[in-house]
């Protein structure tokens, strides 16, 4: 038993002070219990007129007093409680109170006192250590110390006395004390249990904080864990000085992440994440704010020392990355912002680094851009159709609508060139000419462009089969990994043979002359997909595509046909791009008809198939049907059709 009473002095230190603070919880009530010993003390002394007795009765109220008023101090000072020296003296206090009582109960019994006296005095002792084997029950050797030095004088005045009633008292007390002893380490062991249960409970919860904080492949915090550390690192910025926020994102790790795969990206992220951490000022709070976003929030004198952070920070995250013994190009746009300069408060400051990372992604790859009050207007413009566009998709705000291009030989609908409408709920029809750029600045383009793809599909699979279809592909759209297999499981879906898809691509395509456009282009064309040749004559070396990709339609720019420079010299442009049309046996598509002249005259020149306002206007699906529809009628009723406008 004395080994458990022992085992709290091996308990942690926060645990033993903890129960050492039970000592003094309810002062009050030891201020009653002190209160009934003075009055038991004094009530015999009273009796007896014994100078002892009367001496013991000062004691007991000394050591009350001063006890009551330990305890009611340490109680209102927690901070005291748990460092001040009076834990211990404080159980020399208790010891020598209940020593006193224990020598009031016997000098009771010992001077033949009146049963009256004997029986308060007697009580009140054996009162006081079933009280205190509760009270004290946090600390068990101090519980079982006053029990010992409170019973033990009773207990010799009883053998001293010697009658039969003395002796069964004798008898009794060790048996009492055994009694309250198991009390008192049953109520230790259930607070123990209790404090130690909680200090789990807490570990766990604050582990789970923690994780909840951490980002596991970069061990940096995350989202939640910035916001947390951000605030307080804003509120105690010292005077004169300014909070940088740079708002980094990796260039081309989606690309990387797809085909490389995800264990390949987390060691990106990490390395990322190791040289940021390296860079950064003490006192920096570090982040991986997002899927291959970082954030590094820092203290700094001046914007210049700002500068040369994030040139440092571009430097060292623009290094390449060994993976496996292989080589990958890393890097980062950066957009930066100060406070206070460029704004008020951290919310201000986060939206402005933002936008300047915004505009970062405009510049182009391990671009760097300060935030500047004049960009405010022109990015959040762009921001907000980004993000309108994004909702917009999801809410079928978006719609297809078809322009039939027209076999300039006998006047039918040989395709339908998709393009895509926005008609905003409260601005009303938003044209592709503003929200297209936005979409591939941002990327959002490859989402928009196989959401178009798998439309337009699926209303081209209900046309006649010798109808095919037209989509626009842009260059991001086209270089975003998977995009063929994204094409080829559109067509799918909708049931639509690839041998009835045409994808017009631009010039800027090949800029790069990147290998992955390549293989897209040829996986396609493997399976039947068409390509067109889009706005021919405004861009770079153009027979050098043409010779080396699977094109089987050029299409003429309209500036050709109906722009400011027409002429001769533009006519003779258009005869000998079809005149190569026709050795090649591709087919020459004229943009842009509005008159009748216009059709005649790209007709004469040898262009095969017309595309503009002339025949007709972009429609929505189901008049796209009904032009299908009309035109089979006609056909219906003569051989050839003449080459007028189509009536809706």
Not at 221 to 227: A, D, H, K
Not at 372 to 387: V, Y
Not at 466 to 475: E, G, K, R
Not at 584 to 609: K, P, Y
Request: charged letters at 20%; hydrophobic letters at 45%.
């Amino acid at each position: 038993m004395v080994g458990r009473i022992a085992s709290v002095e091996t308990l942690a230190e926060d645990v033993r002070q903890r129960l050492s603070g039970t000592l003094h919880v309810q002062p009050i009530s030891l201020a009653i219990g002190c209160a009934c010993g003075i009055l038991t003390a004094w009530a015999c002394a009273a009796i007896t007129r014994s100078f002892v007795v009367a001496a013991v009765a000062v004691g007991i109220t000394l050591f009350a007093v001063v006890r009551v008023a330990i305890s009611a101090w340490l109680n209102r000072d927690p901070e005291g409680r748990a460092n001040s020296w009076f834990h211990e003296i404080y159980p020399l206090l208790t010891f020598f109170y209940a020593a006193l009582t224990g020598m009031l109960a016997a000098l009771m019994l010992l001077a033949d006192a009146p049963a009256g006296a004997q029986l308060i005095a007697v009580s009140y002792m054996m009162a006081y250590c079933s009280v205190t084997s509760v009270r004290t029950a946090g600390r068990p050797m101090v519980a079982l110390g006053q029990m010992a030095v409170s019973l033990l004088p009773v207990g010799v005045a009883c053998l001293i006395i010697g009658t039969l009633p003395a002796l069964v008292l004798a008898v009794t007390l060790p048996c009492y004390a055994v009694g309250m002893t198991t009390m008192s380490l049953t109520v230790f062991r259930n607070l123990t249990h209790q404090l130690e249960a909680a200090d789990t409970r807490l570990r766990h919860a604050e582990e789970l904080r923690m994780q909840a904080r951490t980002d596991l492949v970069t061990g940096l915090i995350n989202r939640s864990g910035f916001s947390v550390a951000f605030e307080p690192l804003a509120a105690a910025l010292p005077e004169g000085r300014k909070l940088a926020l740079l708002w980094l994102d990796l260039h081309r790790f989606k690309v990387l992440n797809d085909t490389m795969g995800h264990t390949a990206g987390d060691k990106v992220l990490a390395e990322v994440a190791k040289r940021l951490d390296e860079v950064a000022p003490t006192g920096s709070v570090l982040s991986r704010f997002a899927g291959d976003e970082f954030l590094l929030a820092t203290t700094v004198a001046s914007r210049a020392e700002a500068e040369e952070l994030t040139h440092a920070v571009s430097a060292t995250v623009g290094r390449p990355v060994r993976l496996n013994g292989e080589r990958v190009e890393s890097g980062a746009y950066i957009g930066v912002a100060l406070l206070p300069d460029d704004a008020p408060n951290t919310e201000k400051l986060m939206q402005a680094a933002d936008l300047a990372l915004f505009h970062a992604k405009v510049l182009g790859p391990h671009k760097v851009c300060f935030f500047d009050n004049s960009m405010t207007h022109e990015l959040a413009r762009k921001k907000e159709i980004e993000d309108e566009l994004r909702a917009a998709i999801q809410k079928d705000e978006l719609a297809i609508f078809f322009q039939p291009i027209i076999d300039l030989e006998n006047g039918r609908i040989r395709s339908f060139e998709a393009l895509v409408r926005w008609y905003h709920p409260e601005k009303g029809e938003l044209f592709p000419d503003e929200f297209i750029p936005v979409a591939e600045d941002t990327g959002l383009i490859i989402t928009l462009g196989n959401w178009i793809t798998a439309q337009a599909a699926r209303a081209a699979s209900t046309w006649p089969e010798d109808v095919t279809l037209a989509v626009n592909l842009s260059p991001v759209q086209i270089k975003a990994p998977g995009a063929a297999l994204g094409i080829l499981a559109a067509l799918k879906e909708a049931r639509l043979d690839p041998s009835r898809l045409e994808l017009e691509v631009t010039e800027s395509l090949f800029v790069e002359d990147d290998e992955n456009t390549t293989e897209f282009m040829s996986q396609l064309a493997r399976e039947g997909v068409r390509f067109a040749l889009d706005d021919f004559g405004t861009g770079y070396s153009s027979l050098h595509y043409i010779n080396r990709y699977p094109f089987r339609t050029i299409k003429v720019d309209r500036s050709f046909i109906s722009g400011p420079q027409t002429g001769k010299r533009s006519d003779a442009i258009i005869r000998a791009v079809a005149e190569m049309g026709t050795t090649l046996d591709m087919e020459i598509v004229a943009e842009g008809l509005e008159t009748i002249e216009q059709v005649q005259a790209v007709r004469t020149a040898g262009c095969s198939l017309g595309q503009g306002y002339y025949f007709s206007r972009a429609v929505p699906d189901y008049l796209a049907a009904l032009l299908l529809t009309q035109e089979a009628q006609r056909m219906a009723e003569q051989d050839n059709q003449p080459l007028s406008r189509l009536a809706v």
